[in-house]
């Protein structure tokens, strides 16, 4: 992928030519780790209510076949959480003063060698060079990729809502400042002051948090590399809600790391945003009320997601290609969450009295 970002866009192009011409005869569909366009198979493009979608299933072929492997593994989870960093970058502030647009416009990647730079986002260098091809494969705008990739790989993680896309962004100017994309040892204070700023309510944040419930840290603490942000980094559920608010006690790995909290588990890591958000007043409550309700968490996340999506782009625009998202699959949504092993309710952090705390089971999900 570092490859085809020092190959000139011209060079690019007369690639995809050639190969273009080789497919013909070999079938073959693997140039800089994208495929070239072919057409959609006559049928999957008719059933769609909107010819204009068509393009969006080769791409969404395209990308699980060569880049996530149909799974909810690390470039699906960065892809997700690429599509935050991109999305986060808009400023009312800013906006007010005109002095920067920004939002879901794709500038993480138009911008690389800038935005790549800001330390929030070193562990998305990857999933950014991975991503890029693919944009100029499809001849798609890097907006459009960047939360059209995340709707994807959101669709490989069991228990996910089936996220919406629209299509049509329109692509970054210029590149997001620094410091738009929160950091890990923000408190919460902060984080809500940025998302405001970028548009977001509190209820907004908490639900966008889901994402860390199949989340991991790799950068962090790197001699702990791989520790889940919660006990079931399989399942797209509400365990997170619960595992972050139990009690920390210990920093699992190699000591106490920039962005790190005490953990209730050695087998997880917690970031002080999480912990400072489920924790802090404005946001303690909504936190508490995702805990074992999933369904409630799958709508609220694909409503956070839509919103983060089309942030300060003209929705008007926009064509609604969400029919071409496949639906996730379902297998762990059922089972109520638990208490993870040697944890109970006596663990818990309690900060919302509103509402009763949710009884659950004490075994855990393998016993
Ligand atoms: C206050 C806001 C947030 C902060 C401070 C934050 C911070 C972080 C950090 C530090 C990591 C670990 C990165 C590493 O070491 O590899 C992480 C992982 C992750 N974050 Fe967030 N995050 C926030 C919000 C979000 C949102 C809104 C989403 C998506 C909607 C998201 C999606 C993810 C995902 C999927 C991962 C796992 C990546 C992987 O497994 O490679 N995060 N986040
Ligand atoms: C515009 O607003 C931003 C955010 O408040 C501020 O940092 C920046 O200095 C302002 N720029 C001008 C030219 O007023
Ligand atoms: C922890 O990691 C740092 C940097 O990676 C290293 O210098 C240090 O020796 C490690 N400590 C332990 C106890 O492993």
Redesign the pocket.
């Known amino acids: 992928m570092l490859v085809a970002d020092r190959i000139p866009p011209h060079l690019i192009l007369v690639k995809l030519a050639a190969a273009a011409v080789v497919l013909t005869f070999f079938g073959v569909s693997d140039v800089l780790g994208a495929t070239v366009p072919k057409a959609s198979p006559r049928g999957a493009c008719d059933a769609l209510a909107d010819a204009r979608c068509c393009k969006w299933l080769n791409i969404a072929e395209d990308l699980q076949a060569n880049l996530f492997e149909h799974s909810c593994d ?1 470039d699906a ?2 892809a ?2 690429l ?2 960093h991109d999305g ?1 970058g808009r400023s009312r502030a800013m906006e007010w003063n005109q002095t920067f647009w920004g939002g879901a416009d794709g500038s993480i990647l138009k911008f690389s060698d800038i935005e790549l730079a800001y330390p ?1 986002n070193h ?1 998305v260098d990857d999933i950014v060079h991975a991503l890029k091809p693919f944009a100029e494969a499809h001849a798609v705008g890097y907006g459009d990729l960047v939360q059209f990739a ?1 709707a994807v790989g959101t669709s490989n993680c069991p228990g996910a809502p089936r996220l919406r896309f629209l299509a049509g962004r329109r692509d970054a100017l210029t590149a997001a400042p620094a410091s738009l ?4 040892a ?1 408190p919460a204070s902060d ?1 809500l002051l ?2 405001h700023d970028a548009g977001f309510t509190s209820d907004d ?1 908490v639900a ?5 419930s ?7 603490d790197p001699t702990a590399g791989g520790l889940p ?1 919660d006990s079931t980094p399989e399942a797209f559920d509400t365990q997170f809600y619960l595992d972050v608010l139990l009690a920390g006690t210990r920093f699992p790995g190699n000591g106490s790391h920039y ?1 790190e909290a005490r953990s209730p588990l050695e087998t997880q890591f917690r ?1 002080i ?2 912990a400072e ?1 489920a924790r802090h007043p404005l946001t303690a409550c909504a936190w508490q009320s995702f805990i074992n309700r999933q369904d409630k968490m799958m709508d609220a ?1 694909r409503d ?2 839509l919103k ?1 999506s089309v942030n300060g782009q003209d929705l008007a625009r926009l064509v609604d290609c969400s029919e071409v998202i496949p639906p996730a699959p379902l297998q762990y949504w059922t089972k109520p969450i638990a208490y993870p092993p040697g944890t109970g309710p006596a663990d818990v952090d309690r900060t919302c009295f509103d509402a009763p705390f949710p009884s659950l089971s004490a075994s855990s999900r393998n016993s």
């Not at 966008?208 to 860390?212: D, S, T």
């Open positions: 690390e989870l960065e997700i959480r599509a935050f986060i929030e562990a995340a994309v929160p950091s890990p923000a984080i940025r998302m944040l966008l948090l889901a994402a860390h199949v989340g991991r840290q790799r950068t962090l942000l962005g970031l945003s999480d958000v996340f956070a997601m983060l």
